[in-house]
């Protein structure tokens, strides 16, 4: 392989790429990104075994080939080479990296032993703007487990049906749907795919207008933006049935402003973290809220104006929970319903079905 390309479109695409090495592995080959030169371009390919990343720029190519280089190296060292024009060749097992007048080397690996990756995916299909995925991702991504108990519950259950596609994330302790218009579908959707990918996804998404297509088949999810091709397979198994979940009445409904609670979350939450809990207890009188939290350092206790239906209510809940779902709504008035302080509490927009949150009570309280 011999090619000559500029060092900052080389580097764009490693930065890109690279995210989807392998860190932890007893297998050097998904350290590596695979360089492969072709025509008139040089593509570039990373894979851990669950995500791969694709990114194809111009070369001026005259030798093809195809070799394997440690991806987080290669990548640190061309980011030094922005400014510079840069020649790669291979001899051997070693690549020449020649930039001005200087040259380095690296070893590398062969490219017969790098993964396949199938981008052959194509079998069901759906289309939406970049902003309504940016949001879908957004306000549901973060609740899904980190842990490996239930290894299904590290992504995000994805729905498309009749021109509506729903992403649901849960964690055992809280919940997150959330509702978008598509521009277009092929076949009805129900996977699970990584919160992992939909977050490498979002990083990569563009103009708000821009129309972005996820193609699915034979457990693969595949996304083409700005030729860059992003792969990962999906969850097996049965996600959570949430439909039983969710309380569909309340004995207690507020509207409140979203702004409003969320600044006194945070205040009380400087003093709840504290605390092995990092509970806020919420009490629920006619037309106001009191927001408290109470530790061994301190005690906060904030009053928030609202609009109640039903009945006083109290309940205590996590404080980052509570944050986490404040801070990804951009509405400005949100509904909380309750049914008491043992059973979930639910937040969702003050007027439609756009996103749904559920938080589970720490521990009962008492008026």
């Known amino acids: 392989m011999k090619i000559v390309c500029e060092g900052i479109e080389l580097s764009d695409a490693l930065g890109k790429v690279v995210k989807a090495c392998s860190t932890r592995t007893t297998n050097p080959i998904l350290e590596t990104v695979k360089l492969s030169a072709e025509n008139d371009g040089l593509s570039l390919l990373a894979t851990d075994g669950e995500i791969s990343i694709l990114k194809k720029i111009k070369a001026e190519v005259f030798e093809e080939g195809a070799v394997c280089v440690p991806g987080k190296y290669f990548a640190e060292f061309i980011k030094r080479l922005e400014r510079e024009q840069i020649s790669l060749s291979t001899e051997g097992e070693t690549l020449l990296i020649e930039y001005a007048d200087s040259q380095s080397t690296l070893q590398v690996l062969p490219a017969a032993d790098f993964p396949a990756i199938d981008t052959d995916v194509d079998e069901n299909k759906v ?25 299904i519950l590290k992504g995000c259950l994805i729905e498309a ?22 521009v277009s579908m092929r076949g009805d959707l129900k996977i699970v795919c990584p919160g992992r990918t939909l977050n ?10 821009e129309i972005i297509e996820l193609c699915v088949g034979r457990n693969i999810v595949l996304v083409n933006i700005d030729d860059t091709v992003l792969t990962s397979r ?40 504290t605390d092995k809990g990092s509970l806020i207890l919420f009490d629920i009188r006619e037309d106001s809220m009191d927001i408290t939290s109470n530790t061994s350092i301190g005690r906060v206790e904030e009053n928030v104006k609202i609009l109640l239906e039903g009945k006083d209510s109290n309940i205590a809940l996590n404080c980052k929970y509570v944050s986490e779902c404040l801070n990804a709504i951009a509405d400005e008035k949100i509904r909380i319903g309750m049914n008491g302080a043992v059973s979930p509490c639910v937040i969702t927009p003050a007027e439609g079905d756009g996103f749904l949150y559920l938080i589970l009570p720490v521990r009962p309280t008492t008026a």
């Open 200 to 209: 490498e996804i979002a990083r990569m998404l563009g103009g708000d207008e």
């Open 234 to 273: 999906l969850y097996e198994g049965e996600f959570v049935n949430v439909t039983n979940i969710i309380p569909r009445d309340f004995a207690s409904e507020i509207l409140v402003d979203r702004a409003v609670l969320d600044e006194s979350v945070d205040r009380a939450s400087v003093l709840a973290r």
């Open 127 to 151: 289309a939406l703007t970049a902003k309504d995925l940016k949001e879908l991702i957004a306000k549901t991504t973060f609740c899904c487990a980190q842990d490996d108990s239930r290894p």
């Open 161 to 182: 049906k009749e021109g509506i596609i729903r992403f649901t994330a849960l964690d055992g302790y809280r919940l997150a749907v959330c509702r978008k218009n598509l």
